[in-house]
């Protein structure tokens, strides 16, 4: 008995690197995911983090957002191929693709060519700069689009260059969407028996993530362009701090933002006998007054960052957090990829499943929310042409004669 | 009539600043009737931080509220005051879905948790997203974007090589976290479509943001390793940065993403004897020379205005794109063709500008029927035409103090 809330669907995916993301969320709640990739192996399966292991198959990102797919090896390049994907495509109920604008259409499975085969299905595009435009085929990398969308240039540390999330993030937000648009798409075809055409961006998806600042010069609000060359820096510390054992984070609060917080945490160390006598005084939600009137100067709020560092230094982030959960000081653990896995509070609320492919288990995360019955349990990212026969057997009724002809000629794997 | 494929979805929301709200917008844009609720009690932070029309502070012209409110209608509420609980338990059976974005416990205060709300309605789906989750020992963690991002890992993934990380701009997991509740609330819809369950979701917005690192998590537990910053380089390409280019702030962002990238690459910014270097030929070769291959780049780019050298690299097909400001992305002719800025008069005067959908239906495409609303501009007809409210008890509820 299939599980999880999306159960009743099945999808296509022949995205790389670009989509993967968008059908493992449908498969994470249980719609049956076919990823379709080249014999040779989907060029995902070419992108890093990599096991230790020297294995064909050791990319973790493949691991990762292959996860809750079944697996066909399929050239539909070949005129067999193609054919073999129309028919499949008759039977799905979403399409997901990544390719370049214009590639699909070559290869004669342009929306209208698929629309042909099964009028019901719901096509999601997932490009750099969406299916038309004077960018649509612009060379690209994660990097640029994360530049093109605004997301790159707020991330700076001094007057260094700026930075991006070392992790690459823009075809996540993209897939991401993709998913959401084939789900509402889905709700209109509810109503019309009609499937239509899903067009992501990636660069206007990488857009949400910068706080609806790309949106300043279009109401002439200045932040939307460079400060002038002299302009001073705005006072800002880090908010990242040394424990005794690791590091935690806590913007140093004022006024509305924060100031409360900051208020709890000097009251916590006038408890403990920690404070400066100076400061004992202030009151932070007041503090910015003070600060523009000028009889608080940046030199002030240099002595109190020290005497916090000593404060934090002196005690394990396990106490720190308690603390701060106990008095709403806004202070919280800096995780890590080890710390994260290790969470009790994360591997208590069941944020991670374990699944076991050929070549060892796989520690992923999998349901992003508790939700009783929406998730389906995961299963491990497939091995080339895994699951090409059992996929052609349920979908199409092939039988294990005509499943060898067509590996026999080299069109499955 | 273009036939809308949320229509006479019926959504209360209960969230404020960013996560919460970008689900409603969606849920707008493709036609669900969506309550949100506001209150002068307490300001709503994304009506704080702008941008503002001309960069003057004014809570009520905020883009990021409008950006994330547009399509929406809006009621007046103070939550804190016990005759709003009854106003939202009327409007609770009026809808299909309640979202909150509150403090795990912070609704169970005000008899508000979902246990209540399912009473007058059983086939209710309730959406909460807070930070961590409604339990486990760091539910009740709060704090602004940046304890999410270092919640979730992201705090360290953003930084210069060997030096402290900055974390990434801006309250990342904000930015992740719709997307995952969005897809989980329409398959909620589609199972209660098909089952007339109703049932509650509770998002962790550092959750939805950790599937962002599910290599990285998969990769420590294989491996050990654990994932740092790196600045602006990459293990695939090479190089692979962001240059100043000539000018005050004038970024651009350059990779090569093969060999013969880079041989283009090369010939341009250095002649055909880097070109030819058979040092630099292959990705590892630049990867064991990259402080070198970088500082060839940066210094022609240093030399040429962005857009003159973003227009020679694509030339190349060489991947290129300057680090737009608002300014760029505004006058970006993509983001023009594709539509994406959209432009709506607001009744006191002046266009209020916000972003169009993040994905563009061809049958179905989004639409949005009213703009941001300001506090409490459809309180009347909400509680008249939802809740079923008499003209007199809506003046009670007002003389109260309670539509604020």
Known sequence: ?413 | MTIRPLEGLKVLELAWVVAGPRVGRALADYGATVVRVDTAARTDPARVVGPFPDGAVDYAHSALWDNCNAGKLGLALDLTRPEARQVVLDLARWADVVTESYASGQLDKWGLAYGALSAVNPGLIMLSSCLMGQDGPLSRTAGFGNVGAAASGFQVQVGREGAEPIGPAGPYTDFVAPRFSLVLLLAALDHRRRTGEGMYIDAAQAEAGIQFLAPQIADNAATGRVAEAMGDRDAHFAPHGVFACAGHEAWLAVAATSDAQWTALARLVGGEALAADPRLKTLAGRKAHEDEVEAAVAAWARGVPAPAAEAALQALGVPAHVAATSQDFCADPQIAARGHLILQPEPRGGVAVVEASRFRLSATPARLDRSAPAIGRDTAEILRDFAGYDEATIAALAEAGVLR
């Open chain 1, 1 to 413: 008995m299939a599980t999880g809330f999306l159960s009743p669907y099945r999808v296509l995916d022949l995205s790389d690197e670009r989509g993967l993301l968008a059908g493992r969320m449908l498969g994470q709640l249980g719609a049956d995911v076919v990823q379709v990739e080249p014999t040779a192996g989907s060029p995902a399966r070419r992108v890093g983090p990599f096991t230790d292991d020297p294995a064909p198959d050791n990319s973790l990102y493949w691991s990762a957002y292959a996860s809750a797919k079944r697996g066909l090896a399929l050239d539909i390049d070949a005129p067999a191929g193609r054919a073999l994907l129309l028919r499949l495509a008759a039977k799905a109920d979403f399409l997901i693709e990544s390719e370049t604008p214009g590639v699909m259409a070559r290869r004669g499975l342009a929306f209208s060519d698929l629309a042909q085969v099964n009028p019901r299905l719901i096509h999601v595009s997932i490009t750099a700069f969406g299916s038309d435009g004077p960018k649509a085929l612009w060379a690209q990398s994660e990097l640029t689009l994360w530049a093109a969308g605004g997301a790159l240039l707020p991330a700076r540390d001094g007057d260094g260059p700026p930075l991006r999330i070392s992790v690459p993030q823009g075809w996540l937000h993209a897939a991401a969407d993709g998913a959401s648009g084939a789900l509402m798409a889905h709700f209109a075809r509810l109503r019309t028996g009609l499937g239509q055409h899903v067009d992501i961006s990636a660069q206007t998806s990488i857009a949400e993530a910068t706080l609806s600042t790309v949106l300043a010069e279009a109401i002439g609000d200045p932040r939307g362009r460079p400060p002038p060359p002299g302009t001073p820096a705005p006072i800002r510390g880090s908010s990242s701090w040394l424990s005794l054992d690791g590091r935690v984070e806590m913007a140093l609060g004022m006024g509305a933002i924060g100031g409360a917080s900051t208020n709890a945490l000097f009251a916590w160390m006038r408890e403990s006998g920690e404070s400066d006598p100076r400061f004992d005084a202030w009151d932070w939600l007041g503090v910015l007054a003070q600060i523009q009137a000028g009889t608080l100067t940046p030199d002030d709020l240099d002595e109190v960052r020290a005497v916090i560092r000593r404060f934090f230094a002196r005690r394990p982030t396990a106490e720190l957090v308690r603390e701060a959960l106990r008095r709403r000081i806004l202070l919280t653990e800096i995780q890590t990829a080890r710390t994260l896995t290790e969470s009790q509070h994360f591997t208590g609320r069941g944020l991670f499943a374990t699944v076991h492919e050929a070549s060892g288990p796989r520690l992923l995360p999998h349901a992003w929310a508790k939700a009783p019955g929406a998730f389906a349990p995961l299963t491990p990212a497939p091995g080339i042409g895994q699951h090409s026969a059992e996929v052609l057997g349920e979908w199409l009724d092939l039988d294990a004669l005509e499943v060898a002809a067509l590996a026999a000629e080299r069109v499955i794997a």
